[in-house]
Protein backbone atom coordinates (compact mmCIF):
# COMPACT_ATOMS: atom_id res chain seq x y z
CA UNK A 1 0.00 0.00 0.00
CA UNK A 2 0.97 3.53 -1.20
CA UNK A 3 1.43 5.79 2.15
CA UNK A 4 -0.22 8.91 0.81
CA UNK A 5 0.41 11.50 3.02
CA UNK A 6 -2.52 13.77 4.10
CA UNK A 7 -2.39 16.38 6.76
CA UNK A 8 0.37 17.27 8.87
CA UNK A 9 -0.56 16.70 12.67
CA UNK A 10 2.78 18.26 13.72
CA UNK A 11 3.99 21.19 11.80
CA UNK A 12 7.23 22.58 13.00
CA UNK A 13 8.63 26.38 11.96
CA UNK A 14 12.11 27.92 11.82
CA UNK A 15 10.77 31.44 11.96
CA UNK A 16 13.64 33.11 9.97
CA UNK A 17 14.24 36.71 8.01
CA UNK A 18 12.97 38.90 10.46
CA UNK A 19 16.20 41.01 10.46
CA UNK A 20 16.62 41.03 6.97
CA UNK A 21 12.98 41.99 6.32
CA UNK A 22 13.77 45.05 8.75
CA UNK A 23 16.86 45.83 7.14
CA UNK A 24 15.20 45.89 3.57
CA UNK A 25 12.77 48.20 4.72
CA UNK A 26 15.66 50.52 6.97
CA UNK A 27 13.93 49.74 10.27
CA UNK A 28 15.34 48.20 13.18
CA UNK A 29 15.99 44.67 13.88
CA UNK A 30 13.21 44.62 16.37
CA UNK A 31 10.88 46.21 14.04
CA UNK A 32 11.75 42.78 12.20
CA UNK A 33 10.57 40.34 15.18
CA UNK A 34 7.21 42.87 15.85
CA UNK A 35 6.16 41.77 12.58
CA UNK A 36 7.74 38.38 13.13
CA UNK A 37 5.18 37.86 16.20
CA UNK A 38 1.97 38.88 14.42
CA UNK A 39 2.96 36.49 11.61
CA UNK A 40 2.75 33.91 14.86
CA UNK A 41 -0.88 34.35 15.18
CA UNK A 42 -1.79 34.28 11.34
CA UNK A 43 0.08 30.89 11.42
CA UNK A 44 -1.59 29.47 14.69
CA UNK A 45 -4.79 31.20 13.39
CA UNK A 46 -4.58 29.12 10.22
CA UNK A 47 -3.58 25.82 11.97
CA UNK A 48 -6.62 26.15 13.84
CA UNK A 49 -8.85 26.91 10.99
CA UNK A 50 -7.52 23.55 9.15
CA UNK A 51 -7.29 21.63 12.42
CA UNK A 52 -3.42 20.68 12.66
CA UNK A 53 -2.85 19.89 16.50
CA UNK A 54 0.61 20.59 17.02
CA UNK A 55 2.58 23.29 16.10
CA UNK A 56 5.73 23.95 17.62
CA UNK A 57 7.91 27.55 16.97
CA UNK A 58 11.40 28.23 17.18
CA UNK A 59 11.42 31.59 18.82
CA UNK A 60 14.65 31.96 20.54
CA UNK A 61 17.98 29.38 20.02
CA UNK A 62 20.36 28.49 22.93
CA UNK A 63 22.94 30.58 20.06
CA UNK A 64 20.72 33.80 20.38
CA UNK A 65 21.91 34.77 23.54
CA UNK A 66 25.20 36.05 21.76
CA UNK A 67 23.27 38.86 19.58
CA UNK A 68 23.36 42.45 21.02
CA UNK A 69 21.93 42.73 24.26
CA UNK A 70 19.45 45.42 23.02
CA UNK A 71 17.94 42.87 20.40
CA UNK A 72 17.97 39.66 23.19
CA UNK A 73 15.91 42.34 25.48
CA UNK A 74 14.15 43.52 23.03
CA UNK A 75 12.66 39.29 21.99
CA UNK A 76 12.26 39.05 25.83
CA UNK A 77 9.92 41.88 25.61
CA UNK A 78 8.07 41.06 22.23
CA UNK A 79 7.70 37.71 24.05
CA UNK A 80 6.15 38.98 27.00
CA UNK A 81 3.60 41.02 25.45
CA UNK A 82 2.62 38.14 23.10
CA UNK A 83 1.60 36.24 25.72
CA UNK A 84 -0.42 38.81 27.98
CA UNK A 85 -2.44 39.63 24.17
CA UNK A 86 -2.29 36.07 23.33
CA UNK A 87 -3.52 34.51 26.41
CA UNK A 88 -6.63 35.32 26.07
CA UNK A 89 -6.70 33.33 22.39
CA UNK A 90 -5.23 30.19 24.34
CA UNK A 91 -7.79 29.93 26.78
CA UNK A 92 -10.62 30.95 24.25
CA UNK A 93 -9.50 28.50 21.77
CA UNK A 94 -8.67 25.60 23.83
CA UNK A 95 -4.86 25.67 22.59
CA UNK A 96 -1.86 24.27 24.86
CA UNK A 97 1.04 26.20 25.67
CA UNK A 98 4.47 24.11 26.21
CA UNK A 99 7.87 25.27 25.66
CA UNK A 100 10.95 23.52 25.07
CA UNK A 101 14.39 24.27 26.24
CA UNK A 102 16.40 25.55 28.98
CA UNK A 103 13.23 27.46 30.18
CA UNK A 104 14.81 28.52 33.60
CA UNK A 105 18.01 30.84 31.83
CA UNK A 106 15.05 33.43 30.65
CA UNK A 107 14.40 36.95 32.64
CA UNK A 108 11.96 36.01 35.77
CA UNK A 109 9.06 37.98 34.06
CA UNK A 110 9.60 35.45 30.85
CA UNK A 111 9.06 32.48 32.97
CA UNK A 112 6.55 33.63 35.28
CA UNK A 113 4.31 34.65 32.50
CA UNK A 114 5.13 31.07 30.67
CA UNK A 115 4.45 29.19 33.41
CA UNK A 116 1.27 30.93 34.16
CA UNK A 117 -0.21 30.25 30.51
CA UNK A 118 1.18 26.66 30.57
CA UNK A 119 -0.64 26.35 33.93
CA UNK A 120 -3.95 27.92 32.94
CA UNK A 121 -3.89 25.57 29.37
CA UNK A 122 -2.78 22.51 30.25
CA UNK A 123 -5.79 20.69 30.53
CA UNK A 124 -6.63 21.56 26.77
CA UNK A 125 -6.06 19.28 23.88
CA UNK A 126 -7.21 20.75 20.78
CA UNK A 127 -4.10 21.78 19.89
CA UNK A 128 -0.66 22.01 20.90
CA UNK A 129 1.27 24.93 20.70
CA UNK A 130 4.85 24.51 21.28
CA UNK A 131 7.58 27.46 21.29
CA UNK A 132 11.39 26.24 21.43
CA UNK A 133 13.06 29.20 23.72
CA UNK A 134 16.69 28.91 24.71
CA UNK A 135 16.48 25.58 22.90
CA UNK A 136 19.27 23.80 21.25
CA UNK A 137 18.99 20.26 19.85
CA UNK A 138 22.45 19.26 21.38
CA UNK A 139 21.84 20.88 24.69
CA UNK A 140 18.08 18.52 24.57
CA UNK A 141 20.61 15.36 24.04
CA UNK A 142 23.32 16.37 27.05
CA UNK A 143 19.63 17.41 29.55
CA UNK A 144 18.15 13.91 28.37
CA UNK A 145 21.33 11.34 29.08
CA UNK A 146 21.90 13.92 32.30
CA UNK A 147 18.55 12.79 33.50
CA UNK A 148 19.10 9.25 32.14
CA UNK A 149 22.32 8.70 34.36
CA UNK A 150 20.44 10.12 37.14
CA UNK A 151 17.56 8.08 37.10
CA UNK A 152 19.62 5.08 36.14
CA UNK A 153 21.82 5.46 39.41
CA UNK A 154 18.04 5.67 41.19
CA UNK A 155 17.63 2.64 40.10
CA UNK A 156 14.65 3.66 37.92
CA UNK A 157 16.05 2.99 34.33
CA UNK A 158 17.38 -0.20 33.05
CA UNK A 159 20.07 0.48 30.97
CA UNK A 160 21.07 -2.93 30.05
CA UNK A 161 17.81 -2.69 27.39
CA UNK A 162 17.74 0.72 26.37
CA UNK A 163 15.78 1.33 23.16
CA UNK A 164 15.09 5.07 21.03
CA UNK A 165 11.81 5.09 22.66
CA UNK A 166 13.92 5.09 26.27
CA UNK A 167 15.62 8.44 25.19
CA UNK A 168 12.63 9.99 23.77
CA UNK A 169 10.68 9.98 27.27
CA UNK A 170 13.69 12.14 28.46
CA UNK A 171 13.74 14.81 25.29
CA UNK A 172 12.00 17.92 26.26
CA UNK A 173 9.23 16.44 23.46
CA UNK A 174 8.50 13.32 25.26
CA UNK A 175 4.66 14.51 24.99
CA UNK A 176 4.61 15.55 21.66
CA UNK A 177 4.64 13.25 18.17
CA UNK A 178 7.48 13.60 16.13
CA UNK A 179 7.60 16.59 13.41
CA UNK A 180 5.96 16.14 9.83
CA UNK A 181 6.29 18.78 8.51
CA UNK A 182 9.29 21.63 9.50
CA UNK A 183 8.72 24.82 7.60
CA UNK A 184 11.85 27.31 6.97
CA UNK A 185 11.58 30.39 5.76
CA UNK A 186 14.12 33.30 4.26
CA UNK A 187 15.43 30.70 1.80
CA UNK A 188 18.11 28.77 4.49
CA UNK A 189 18.35 25.21 4.06
CA UNK A 190 19.45 24.67 7.47
CA UNK A 191 17.84 22.63 10.48
CA UNK A 192 19.97 25.39 13.08
CA UNK A 193 20.43 22.44 15.88
CA UNK A 194 16.60 22.52 16.20
CA UNK A 195 14.68 19.11 16.36
CA UNK A 196 17.72 17.19 15.24
CA UNK A 197 16.28 13.72 16.01
CA UNK A 198 12.90 14.29 15.79
CA UNK A 199 12.64 15.63 12.68
CA UNK A 200 14.37 11.69 11.45
CA UNK A 201 11.91 11.74 8.73
CA UNK A 202 10.19 15.05 8.57
CA UNK A 203 9.63 16.55 5.08
CA UNK A 204 11.56 19.27 5.03
CA UNK A 205 9.78 22.90 3.38
CA UNK A 206 11.56 25.87 2.75
CA UNK A 207 10.83 29.21 1.13
CA UNK A 208 11.89 32.03 0.38
CA UNK A 209 9.26 34.24 1.77
CA UNK A 210 10.77 36.02 5.22
CA UNK A 211 8.99 35.34 8.15
CA UNK A 212 7.34 38.99 9.25
CA UNK A 213 5.53 38.12 5.30
CA UNK A 214 4.94 34.39 5.95
CA UNK A 215 0.70 34.21 6.03
CA UNK A 216 -2.48 32.35 5.85
CA UNK A 217 -1.45 31.40 1.93
CA UNK A 218 2.09 30.51 2.74
CA UNK A 219 1.45 28.19 5.23
CA UNK A 220 -1.45 26.49 3.27
CA UNK A 221 1.20 26.18 0.50
CA UNK A 222 3.48 24.67 2.64
CA UNK A 223 0.55 22.46 3.60
CA UNK A 224 -0.35 21.35 0.13
CA UNK A 225 3.15 20.91 -0.78
CA UNK A 226 3.44 18.21 2.05
CA UNK A 227 0.03 16.72 1.19
CA UNK A 228 1.92 15.84 -2.35
CA UNK A 229 4.61 14.40 -0.62
CA UNK A 230 4.66 10.51 -0.61
CA UNK A 231 6.15 9.45 2.54
CA UNK A 232 8.05 6.01 2.69
CA UNK A 233 9.73 6.11 5.75
CA UNK A 234 12.96 4.11 4.52
CA UNK A 235 10.68 1.67 2.67
CA UNK A 236 10.40 1.39 -1.21
CA UNK A 237 7.39 2.30 -2.85
CA UNK A 238 5.39 -1.15 -3.75
CA UNK A 239 4.85 -1.47 -7.10
CA UNK A 240 1.39 -2.68 -7.96
C1 LIG B 1 15.10 34.76 13.11
O1 LIG B 1 15.23 35.89 12.28
C2 LIG B 1 14.11 35.00 14.13
C3 LIG B 1 14.37 35.03 15.48
C4 LIG B 1 15.70 34.79 16.03
C5 LIG B 1 13.32 35.34 16.45
C6 LIG B 1 11.95 34.85 16.16
C7 LIG B 1 11.00 35.64 16.96
C8 LIG B 1 9.77 36.05 16.57
C9 LIG B 1 9.14 35.61 15.32
C10 LIG B 1 8.95 36.99 17.38
C11 LIG B 1 8.58 36.55 18.77
C12 LIG B 1 8.10 35.16 18.86
C13 LIG B 1 6.96 34.78 19.48
C14 LIG B 1 6.65 33.35 19.65
C15 LIG B 1 6.00 35.76 19.99
P1 LIG B 1 16.64 36.62 12.21
O2 LIG B 1 16.63 37.75 13.17
O3 LIG B 1 17.74 35.65 12.39
O4 LIG B 1 16.61 37.14 10.74
P2 LIG B 1 17.85 37.38 9.76
O5 LIG B 1 18.47 36.03 9.51
O6 LIG B 1 17.23 37.97 8.54
O7 LIG B 1 18.78 38.34 10.46
Not at 84 to 111: A, S, V, W, Y
Request: contains cysteine; neutral net charge.
Amino acid sequence: MRMQAELPRHVAIIMDGNGRWATERELSRIEGHKNGALAVKKVIEAALEMKIPYITLYAFSSENWSRPKAEVDGLMHLLNQFLKQEQKTFLENQIRLRTIGRLDELPDENCKLIQDTIQKTKQFYRMHVTVALNYSSKNELVDAVKGMLRDAQLGKLNTTSLEYSDIASYLYTKELPDPDLIIRTSGEFRLSNFLLLQSAYAEIYVTPTYWPDFDQTDFQKAIDHYSSRDRRYGNVRPTI
